[in-house]
């Protein structure tokens, strides 16, 4: 009798390692993406909470926000007057993010994903967010964030 040492014991357990191999893979990039997005969900947290401690944690210093000016022109800018501008101010901002599609390749990912802002409890804008990561010792971090903004097309992917 067989006891798997023969051509269909073989290919049995053959057939189960390639099954344990690929589902293993997708989980692993799964958890990466899941914490990739963790990243962009505390930084809004911390805009909601004024946490501007939390929101410092979710980059790299050397970190730069690219935007369009009513001009046209793109700017760069560091984090800190973004942060400290959050940090002061009075209104309660919200960025809600929809349909984020991650990409990671190593210790480098991208997050495109559609956003709402409410000012105050009041829809304000909407637009996309691309965000850019390096995976450090201390985790994910956000090196570059990047946004369009609008007022109009702005329901959300999927609903």
């Given at each position: 009798m067989d006891r798997g040492t023969g051509p269909l014991g073989r290919a049995v357990l053959f057939g189960a390692l390639l099954l344990l191999a690929t589902s293993a893979a997708p989980a692993h990039a799964q958890n990466a993406?899941?914490?990739v997005i963790a990243v962009v969900e505390r930084l809004f947290e911390g805009m909601r909470t004024r946490d501007?401690?939390?929101m410092r944690s979710t980059f790299?210093?050397?970190a730069r926000?690219?935007?369009?000016g009513r001009d046209g022109s793109i700017g760069a800018n560091p984090i800190d007057g973004f942060i400290a501008s959050v940090g002061r101010s009075e209104r309660d901002l919200d960025e809600r993010i929809f349909a984020p599609v991650v990409q990671i390749d190593g210790d480098l990912a991208t997050v495109w994903t559609f956003y709402t802002l409410h000012v105050d409890g009041n829809f304000s804008h909407c637009g996309v967010d691309a965000v850019m990561m390096y995976r450090?010792?201390?985790g994910w971090k956000i090196v570059s964030l990047a946004d369009t903004r609008?007022?109009?097309n702005c329901e959300p992917p999927g609903r």
């Open positions: 993406e899941n914490d501007t401690t939390m790299d210093p050397s926000l690219y935007g369009k450090t010792s201390d609008r007022t109009d």
